[in-house]
C-alpha cells in the first residue's frame, strides 16, 4: 500500500488553525490523481515562510526529488485565506506531477526540459480540475508570447540559461514568460494528439514536444 506523510514544520503552532484545511486538501488532491495515475509513495514537507510564496496566493510549491514535496505557506499574507480551496489543491497537483516526472526525465536542465515540465505539470492541474489557466499560465500577449516562442527556439537546448529571467522576471524576459510559454506548448500538442494526457506524457522526453513551440511552422 503507498502512503503520503505529511510533516508539519510547526513548533511555533503557526499553522494550527489550518492543519485540517491542509490536509483535506492534500487527500483531495491525491484523491483526483490516483483516479487517473499511479498511486506512489510520497513524502510532503509543509512550512511556513513569510515572503517565500506567490503573493496572489499565499503559497507555493516546490518538487525537488521524486519521492517529496515541499509546500510553503504565509497564513499572514492577505491572499491566503481565500485560496486555502480548490487553488491550494491546483497547487498540491502541479507539484505532484513534477515528482512524477523526476520518476522519469527528470526535471530538466535544459529550457527547453523546464518548459516542457512546467507545462506538463500546470495542464494536470487542469485534467484534474478542468480549471482555467493560472495567473501564471496566462501572462503574456500575444505579442509577447510570439517574441518568447523564438527566444527559447534559439535557447531550446541550453543548460545555462537563466532560470529566473524566464520563470520570475528576474531578468529581460516578462514575469512568468516561461510558465505561459510552456502552458501554450503543452495545450498546442494536446491539440493535435486526442487519447494522450498530461498523465500519459509525464515521462516523455521534452524534445517530442518541440515542434509544438510556436503556432506557425
Known amino acids: 500500500m503507498t502512503q503520503w506523510i505529511v510533516h508539519y514544520a510547526n513548533a511555533c ?8 484545511r491542509i490536509d483535506k486538501g492534500i487527500s483531495a488532491a ?30 507555493a510549491g516546490y518538487a525537488p526529488t521524486g519521492t517529496m514535496m515541499q509546500l510553503t505557506l504565509d497564513p499572514g499574507n492577505e491572499n491566503f485565506a481565500r485560496n ?34 512546467e507545462g506538463l505539470a500546470g495542464h494536470f492541474s487542469r485534467q484534474l480540475y478542468g480549471s482555467a489557466p493560472e495567473p501564471w499560465e496566462r501572462a503574456l500577449s500575444t505579442a509577447e508570447l510570439a517574441i518568447c516562442e523564438k527566444e527559447a527556439q534559439r535557447y531550446w537546448n541550453t543548460s545555462n540559461y537563466c532560470h529566473g529571467a524566464w520563470f520570475f ?27 494522450e494526457s498530461p498523465t500519459s506524457l509525464a515521462h516523455e522526453p521534452a524534445e517530442r514536444f518541440r515542434t509544438h513551440l510556436s503556432r506557425s511552422p
Open 30 to 59: 491525491r484523491h483526483r490523481a490516483e483516479r487517473v495515475s499511479t498511486a506512489i509513495n510520497l513524502d510532503i514537507v509543509v512550512q511556513v515562510w513569510p515572503g517565500r510564496v506567490i503573493d496572489i496566493m499565499g503559497f
Open 84 to 117: 486555502m480551496g480548490e487553488p491550494f489543491e491546483r497547487m498540491v497537483a502541479h507539484e505532484l506531477h513534477h515528482v512524477m516526472r523526476w520518476q522519469g526525465p527528470g526535471y530538466g536542465e535544459t529550457l527547453g526540459e523546464a518548459l516542457v515540465s
Open 13 to 20: 503552532g503557526q499553522l494550527d488553525d489550518w492543519l485540517d
Open 169 to 195: 522576471g528576474q531578468g529581460d524576459q516578462p514575469p512568468w514568460a516561461g510558465y505561459s510559454l510552456g502552458y501554450a506548448l503543452i495545450g498546442r500538442y494536446l491539440e493535435c494528439h486526442d487519447g
